[in-house]
């Protein structure tokens, strides 16, 4: 309610306007949809709209509804009422109620109802509306204030017939007899207790709806991100809690609610049911299959909004998580608990990354989370199709929230996909969790607080962005072994405009993560793929999460790849070098070139520990580039059928001994010769 409005309403506090010709006036603008139209139309004068208003309207409405028209306020005019009428009741004392009948009421018992109104509110006086409703079959519903007593047969029988589908899901296909009479025995406790089932519960009613967001009044004690129901049926997450009013966003279609449709409190937090049955299946935010594979029972429930384990929780990130990529698991190796972001331009290779990281996760005894959000349907689809050929669904879950979905499921996307994992987390499983991208889930967040009508701040995002992604990310972590000794490692993706990492978005993520791996667009280009940028990408956990064969089987790589790159700068005009130069150039040269690797094709941690190897002990030293992956390839085949005791030793210890390390020489200059 802006200033003019406020005006308004004093206007009416003076004026001493009963609470009659308020409800005459609502009748007046409800009956005749088009007069609101008509009178904030700038071609009808004045007096035309001072004859329609006292033609219309009581006489102590007239003065206000032609200082509406001039402060353009005729669209609100419902607004300002119902605050007018909120202070009516206050100062009044008094209370409204309205009650659904199919029987009328005895006269004692509306005198017992009316007392009951008034102890309950400590109000010195109720006005009790009574209507005839045949729909709630018998009983009575009261609604009184925020609060809702249903004591009607249709809530009754609807709660008996969720109470037996819950009992027949349970027992379904058993034919014992044990499990019969525990049917046939909740079945007679149900009829046995018809007529108490009933309940009060808070309700509130919808006062302005538009564009997936609804404002609703009552509700004095809701939780912010409390569902709440519809009485269509829909749900939606409570956002904004104001004086009078909280803002809800719509989980799903707005189709069959009107402004003064009900809402009732569920008493519980957006959640989503979680078992094992995930495994394998495409799901969307709230949970539901969108794989035409059947229904998914829940074992258990978990909240999508979740506190992050504490520091004591905690244990050090040591153990690691490999991607398969040489380039990645040599330089910035990823540790099991770890969040490292995956960042660059469009089209450069980001998701390509993620889908290897899981296929690579194959008998790793790893569960995968793929969180797809705001992406092209056919895009997931394929990438699903990708998992599938490569035998990674039978460990994974893909949480999809699509592009052409609401923005309010775009947005507990990632909470939800991390609900998932907290599940398994919590059963003592090592997790990896993708979120692609999250720069669409800002947006998405973005659209629904303008909606909300939050302030708007640095690129209009809302001041509590960086709150947004914090408390996502912070739930990843590696528990100690009192707490279930599980991991929850997250990847999460942000896409750059032309490179830009000091944006605002890529800024907020990069200081939340522990390293980012920051892909190029003039690398991908130039046929460096995977395009990482060696100078701008970080692991801040590093050599910890690293096994000891691959920290000293990589040596020196990062160091030789930067003094390449520079030389191959300083050099790239001149025409006589000397051989240290030469010998440098090409040794930077055969790395780039051992670094790229194909699609869908990730490495085993021994073969990368032998490649490592034999690169920095000059063991590809003279081979020709364009035949470099061949003579790699043909390299492994050859220890995979000669060296197997070598691949096993690598495989369990994980350390490169001297012993080791001699053995690999031998093999590597047998195959040479």
Request: charged share 25%; net charge negative.
């Amino acid at each position: 309610m802006n200033d003019a409005d406020r005006e308004l309403l004093k206007e009416l506090v003076h004026l001493e306007v009963s609470q009659t010709d308020c409800s005459d006036t609502r009748k007046v603008l409800e009956t005749c949809p088009d007069l609101a139209d008509t009178l904030s139309n700038p071609l009808v004068t004045h007096d035309e709209k001072r004859a329609v208003i006292s033609k219309l309207f009581p006489e102590s409405m007239q003065k206000f509804m032609m200082n509406a028209v001039r402060g353009g306020a005729i669209e609100r005019i419902g607004e300002i009422l119902d605050e007018y009428d909120s202070i009516l009741l206050d100062k009044q004392g008094s209370i409204k109620a309205v009650v659904r009948y199919v029987t009328p009421l005895t006269e004692s018992q509306q005198a017992d109802l009316r007392q009951f109104i008034m102890d309950r509110f400590v109000k010195e006086d109720v006005d009790i509306e009574y209507k005839h409703d045949p729909d709630i079959i018998g009983g009575f519903i009261l609604n009184a204030g925020d609060l809702e007593y249903d004591k009607s047969y249709r809530t009754s029988l609807r709660l008996m017939k969720d109470t037996l589908q819950n009992k027949a899901t349970e027992y379904v296909g058993s034919i014992s007899k044990s499990k019969n009479s525990d049917i046939i025995s909740v079945l007679k406790t149900e009829v046995r207790d018809f007529d108490v089932k009933s309940g009060a519960t808070q309700t509130g009613f919808v006062t302005r709806l538009g564009d997936g967001i609804a404002r609703v009044r009552g509700m004095n004690s809701v939780m912010y991100g409390e569902l709440v129901e519809f009485e269509t049926g829909i749900r939606g997450i409570v956002q904004n809690l104001e004086e009078k009013t909280v803002g809800v966003v719509l989980l799903g279609d707005d189709h069959g609610l009107t402004e003064g449709s009900s809402v009732i409190r569920t008493g519980k937090r957006a959640g989503i049911g979680v078992s094992d049955e995930l495994l394998g299946r495409v799901v969307d935010a709230l949970g539901a299959p969108i794989d035409g594979l059947g229904q998914i029972k829940a074992e258990d429930y978990f909240p999508i909004e979740r506190e992050a384990p504490g520091v004591i929780e905690r244990k050090p990130v040591s153990v690691p998580l490999q991607t398969g990529i040489l380039a990645i698991d040599s330089m910035f190796p990823i540790g099991r608990g770890q969040r490292e972001l995956i960042i660059g331009d469009r089209q450069t290779g980001k998701t390509s990354i993620a889908v290897d990281t899981i296929i690579n996760q194959k008998e790793q005894d790893v569960i995968c989370i793929y969180v797809a959000i705001g992406q092209k349907s056919s895009t997931v689809a394929q990438i699903v199709n990708t998992l599938k050929k490569y035998g990674a669904m039978d460990y994974s879950v893909v949480v999809c929230a699509s592009a052409s979905d609401p923005a309010p499921f775009q947005y507990i996307a990632p909470y939800s996909g991390t609900a998932i994992a907290e599940y398994f987390m919590s059963k003592g499983k090592d997790v990896l969790i993708i979120y692609d991208d999250l720069s669409k889930h800002a947006v998405a967040y973005r659209a629904m607080s303008l909606l909300l009508h939050r302030p708007p701040g640095r690129e209009a995002y809302p001041g509590d962005v960086f709150y947004l992604h914090s408390r996502l990310l912070e739930r990843s972590s590696r528990l100690d072994d009192e707490h279930g000794g599980g991991s929850l490692t997250a990847l999460p993706i942000i896409e750059t405009l032309a490179g830009d990492i000091s944006a605002y978005i890529p800024t907020n993520v990069i200081s939340i993560t522990d390293g980012q791996i920051f892909l190029e667009s003039e690398l991908f280009n130039s046929g460096l793929r995977p395009a990482v940028n060696y100078g701008l990408s970080v692991s801040r956990v590093g050599g910890a999460a690293q096994t000891k064969a691959m920290k000293k089987a990589s040596g020196n790589l990062r160091i030789d790849l930067a003094q390449f790159k520079e030389m191959e700068i300083f050099t790239q005009f001149s025409s006589e070098l000397d051989q240290s130069t030469t010998e440098l150039l090409n040794h930077g040269r055969m790395l780039t070139e051992l670094l790229k690797q194909p699609l869908y094709n990730p490495l085993p941690h021994y073969e990368q520990v032998i490649i490592l190897y034999a690169a920095q002990h000059d063991f590809f030293k003279g081979i020709p580039l364009e035949d470099l992956r061949e003579y790699r390839t043909d390299l492994m085949n050859y220890i995979r059928s000669y060296g197997q005791d070598i691949i096993t030793e690598i495989e369990e210890n994980k350390v490169l001994t001297d012993d080791l390390a001699e053995r690999i020489e031998r093999i590597l200059t047998a195959f040479e010769e």
